[in-house]
């Protein structure tokens, strides 16, 4: 028991660290676009859509204004996305490792940006988020937090990458 309460512990502080490197990357970006703070200040709900029918029912709800869409494929993305600027959200980001049919490389974005109204993409891949920010898309460099070592991978790479 008290392993296992000890291993909870260093987990929730781990997180804690994250969260606060996030955060902190989030808000204080040199050259980030202020209109994606507003966004998500004025609107700190984000919808995280993962089907068509988180889709409906994200876009019914007046009070969702930024959308992260987890889902689709490479026929169906820009259709997505399109429901979504439909509806009056005012920031759809993509997160391009999920979509079906995308390969990990860097052309994905330029794909996203000229085909879709993206306004921004989500992605684990420090390549992707910097193409992102090479075409002036909003970007969020997602990550996984497992323990000590990857915290420390992650500050590494958020200080080269800087995906906001």
């Not at 984000?46 to 994200?58: E, F, G, Q, R, W």
């Not at 009056?88 to 079906?100: E, P, Q, Y």
């Amino acid at each position: 028991m008290y392993i296992i309460e000890l291993l909870s512990e260093m987990l929730y502080k781990v997180y804690r660290a994250g969260r606060s490197i996030l955060l902190d990357h989030i808000m204080r970006g040199e050259k980030m676009n202020s209109f994606f703070h507003e966004a998500v200040e004025e609107n700190p709900i984000i919808a995280a859509v993962k089907n068509m029918d988180d889709l409906k029912i994200c876009c019914s709800l007046e009070d969702i204004r930024v959308v992260f869409i987890l889902f689709g494929d490479i026929c169906s993305i820009a259709d997505i996305v399109q429901k979504v600027k439909e509806a009056g959200k005012i920031v759809a980001m993509v997160h391009v490792d999920l979509i079906s049919g995308l390969s990990s490389k860097e052309i994905v974005v330029d794909f996203i940006r000229k085909n879709t109204e993206a306004d921004g993409i989500i992605s684990t891949k420090a390549a992707l988020i910097k193409r992102g920010k090479e075409l002036k898309l909003f970007t969020v460099l997602r990550y996984f937090l497992l323990d000590s070592m990857a915290y420390e991978n992650i500050r590494q790479q958020q200080h080269a990458v800087k995906p906001i």
